[in-house]
C-alpha cells in the first residue's frame, strides 16, 4: 500500500470517528433539551393551573423552574426579566357553565378559545383572525341559552360567516357565509349580536347600507328582518343599541321619513316599526343608553323642546313618553348608566351646573327623584359613575366632601346611599370600575395608592371590602385585570403579571383562588421574512420573534450557509447577516441567482421551542 493511500485511509476513519463523536453529542443534547422542555412544559401547565409547581430532578440537582429550564435551553442567553408576549384574551362571554373569549397563542393567531376554569379545560376551538399569524380579524360574541353565537371573517377576504358552538370543536359549525359587498369594502360586517329568548338578533353592513336580521342557529333559520336603512344623516344609521325587553328587541335606526329613533321588532318583517317619532320630521332623537325593565324600556332623549332627558316606552306609540325633565330647559339632565336593581331603576344624571347626582326612578313623574346629592363637578370630574346590580343593592362610584371617587352603595334611600369604603384615603381617587357580580358578589378593580389597579371584592362592607390579589405587582405598569366577566360564583379576567403577558385569570374571591388560567401564549412566535443577497459571499435575512430568546440558522436542502447562532435580546424585528458557503457563492457568481433553503429553531427565555424551513430565491445585483 502507497504512503498515499494509507494517507486517504487514515483521513477516512478520522472523519468516521469524528462523526460518530458528533452524533453522539447530537444524541445528547437533544436527549437534555427533551428532558428540559417537559420539565418546561411541566412547570408552565402547573403554574397555569394555579399550583405551585415541582419537577423531578436528578439526584443531587434542584428541581428546574420554567424560567430556569428556559435558561438552560438558551444557556447562552441572559434572559433577565423576559417575560412571554401574552394571549390578549378579549370578548369574554360566560354561557352555561363555560366561558368563551378570543385570544391569540402565538400559533393559531387570532382564535376562539373555551375554558372551564382549568388549564386542562381550557381549549382552543377556531381561528378567527383573517390573515397570517400575527393578524386578527373582527370578531363579535354572543350567548343564546346554551349556545354561543361568534362571528368571523371568511377566508380569501370572501365577506363575514356566523357561526355558533357548544363548547366542542365538533360542535362548533358555520351557520351563514355572507358575501362581501361587491366594492370591496365589507363595512362593520356582522355586529351587535343579541339574545331575545333562544333567538340571534344582529346586524350586517356592506359598507352603504345596514339591516337587521335574525337566526335559529341554522341556514334556514337565518334570514332578514327588516332593511337594508337609510344611510343619510351624520349618526350610526343603520340598527344598533339592540336591547330584549321580553320578548320584543328595541333598537335605534333611521328610515327616510324619520330621523333616528326607537324601533320595536318580534323577528318579523311585518312585526318591525318605529315606535314613536320623539323629535318629528327628519331630525333625530337620537336615543341612547335603552334598559330593559320587564316587558318595557327606559332611555334617554331629545324631542327637540327639552334637552336629552329619561325616557320609557312599552313599545307602543301611546305608551312612549317622557318621565321628567330633570334640568328643565336646553340643558338635559343626560341621563346616563341606566341599571334596574330591585325593581327600580337607577341612573346619572344632572339637574343643575354642580355635576352628576344618584337618581332612581318607577317610570313616572311622582316616581323620579333625586336620590342623594353627591358632590358638585368643581370638586370631582367623574360624577356618578359604573352603576352595578348585585343581587338587588345597588354600587357605584361617586366623589364626596372629603374624599376622591370610591364606592358607594344604595338602597334608593338617602339615608340608606352609604359609602362603602375610601379605599385610597384623602382626596385621591381610587376609581373603581368594571363593576361585575358574580352570583352576589361585587368584583372590581381599583387603586389604593400603594398597589396598582388590582382586583378587588366587596360585600357592601367598608370590613368585607378587600384587595383581592396583587396581580400585577408593578405600580406603575399596565397589566392590571380588565374585561371581567362572572361565569357562576367566579370572575375571569385579562391580567400581565410581569412573567407571563397579559393571559387569562380567575377569582373566586381569595388570594388564594384567583390564579392563572392557562398561559396560552408562552412566546413561541418566529416569523421568517425576507432574505437577499448582500453580495456574493453573504446575505442579509430579517426575523421578526414577540420574545427574546436564541436562534439558530441552518441550511435545508442543501450546503447553502454556514451555521448561525445569535442571541436576540428584543422583541421586534432582526436583521441577520449569514455568511455563504463556497459552493453557494460560486453558484450565484456564475449564474447570478440561486434558490437557498434555511431552517430556524428559536428557543425562546420561556423554554418554549418553534422551528421553520423557508426558501428564498437569492438574486446577485
Not at 240 to 257: I, S
Not at 387 to 410: C, I
Not at 446 to 474: F, I
Request: contains cysteine; charged residues 25%.
Amino acid at each position: 500500500m502507497s504512503r498515499r493511500q494509507r494517507s486517504l485511509r487514515e483521513q477516512i476513519s478520522r472523519s468516521r470517528v469524528a462523526r460518530a463523536k458528533a452524533q453522539r453529542r447530537r444524541v445528547r443534547t437533544l436527549r437534555a433539551g427533551r428532558a428540559v422542555r417537559a420539565a418546561t412544559a411541566a412547570a408552565v401547565t402547573l403554574a397555569g393551573a394555579g399550583t405551585a409547581a415541582t419537577v423531578a430532578a436528578p439526584a443531587g440537582a434542584a428541581a428546574p423552574s420554567a424560567a430556569s429550564a428556559g435558561s438552560a435551553i438558551a444557556r447562552q442567553l441572559d434572559c433577565g426579566d423576559a417575560s412571554a408576549p401574552g394571549s390578549s384574551p378579549g370578548d369574554l362571554v360566560g354561557v352555561g357553565d363555560l366561558l368563551f373569549f378570543t385570544a391569540a397563542d402565538g400559533t393559531h393567531g387570532e382564535g376562539l378559545w373555551r375554558s372551564d376554569g382549568t388549564a386542562a379545560g381550557t381549549v382552543f376551538l377556531k381561528k378567527v383572525g383573517s390573515g397570517g399569524e400575527y393578524e386578527y380579524g373582527g370578531t363579535s360574541l354572543a350567548g343564546v341559552a346554551d349556545t354561543l353565537f361568534f362571528t368571523t371573517d371568511a377566508t380569501k377576504g370572501k365577506g363575514q360567516e356566523l357561526w355558533r358552538s357548544d363548547g366542542t370543536r365538533s360542535g362548533t359549525v358555520l351557520v351563514k357565509r355572507f358575501p362581501q359587498a361587491d366594492g370591496g369594502y365589507y363595512g362593520h360586517g356582522l355586529d351587535k349580536l343579541t339574545a331575545v329568548g333562544d333567538t340571534l338578533f344582529f346586524t350586517v353592513d356592506d359598507g352603504d347600507d345596514s339591516a337587521l336580521w335574525r337566526s335559529d342557529g341554522t341556514r334556514s333559520g337565518t334570514a332578514l328582518v327588516k332593511g337594508p336603512f337609510s344611510s343619510s344623516g351624520d349618526y350610526d344609521t343603520g340598527p344598533t343599541n339592540l336591547t330584549a325587553a321580553g320578548d320584543t328587541l328595541f333598537f335605534t335606526a333611521r328610515d327616510d321619513v324619520h330621523g333616528q329613533e326607537l324601533w320595536r321588532t318580534d323577528g318579523t318583517s311585518a312585526g318591525t316599526a318605529i315606535v314613536k317619532d320623539i323629535r318629528p320630521g327628519s331630525y333625530d332623537s337620537n336615543v341612547r343608553n335603552i334598559v330593559a325593565d320587564g316587558d318595557s324600556v327606559f332611555f334617554n332623549a331629545r324631542d327637540g323642546v327639552h334637552g336629552r332627558e329619561l325616557w320609557t316606552s312599552d313599545g307602543t306609540e301611546g305608551g312612549t313618553a317622557l318621565v321628567a325633565d330633570l334640568w328643565p330647559g336646553s340643558h338635559g339632565g343626560n341621563p346616563s348608566y341606566l341599571t334596574v336593581s330591585g325593581g327600580t331603576l337607577f341612573f346619572s344624571a344632572a339637574h343643575d351646573a354642580d355635576g352628576t347626582d344618584l337618581w332612581r326612578s318607577d317610570g313616572t313623574e311622582a316616581g323620579t327623584v333625586l336620590v342623594k346629592d353627591l358632590g358638585s363637578a368643581d370638586e370631582d370630574y367623574y360624577g356618578v359613575t359604573g352603576l352595578a346590580d348585585v343581587d338587588g343593592t345597588l354600587f357605584f362610584a361617586a366623589p364626596g366632601d372629603d374624599h376622591g371617587q370610591e364606592l358607594w352603595r344604595s338602597d334608593g334611600t338617602e339615608a340608606g346611599t352609604v359609602l362603602v369604603k375610601d379605599i385610597r384615603p384623602g382626596d385621591y381617587d381610587s376609581s373603581p370600575y368594571e363593576l361585575t357580580s358574580a352570583d352576589g358578589t361585587l368584583f372590581f378593580t381599583a387603586r389604593d395608592g400603594v398597589h396598582g389597579r388590582e382586583l378587588w371584592t366587596s360585600d357592601g362592607t367598608e370590613g368585607g371590602t378587600v384587595l383581592v390579589k396583587d396581580v400585577s405587582p408593578d405600580a406603575n405598569g399596565y397589566g392590571y385585570p380588565t374585561r371581567l366577566a362572572a361565569v357562576g360564583g367566579t370572575v375571569f379576567f385579562a391580567a400581565d403579571d410581569g412573567v407571563h403577558g397579559r393571559e387569562l385569570w380567575r377569582s373566586d374571591g381569595t388570594e388564594a383562588g384567583t390564579v392563572m388560567v392557562e398561559d396560552i401564549n408562552l412566546g413561541r412566535g418566529l416569523a421568517a421574512l425576507s432574505a437577499k443577497a448582500k453580495n456574493a459571499r453573504t446575505v442579509k435575512v430579517r426575523v421578526a420573534v414577540d420574545i427574546p430568546g436564541r436562534l439558530v440558522v441552518r441550511s435545508a436542502g442543501g450546503p447553502w450557509v454556514k451555521r448561525s447562532a445569535q442571541n436576540l435580546d428584543d422583541v421586534g424585528v432582526h436583521t441577520l447577516t449569514l455568511k455563504l458557503t463556497k459552493s453557494t457563492t460560486k453558484k450565484l457568481r456564475r449564474t447570478g441567482k440561486v434558490r437557498i433553503g434555511l431552517r430556524f429553531a428559536f428557543t425562546s427565555c420561556t423554554g418554549a421551542v418553534s422551528s421553520a424551513t423557508k426558501h428564498y430565491p437569492l438574486r446577485l445585483r
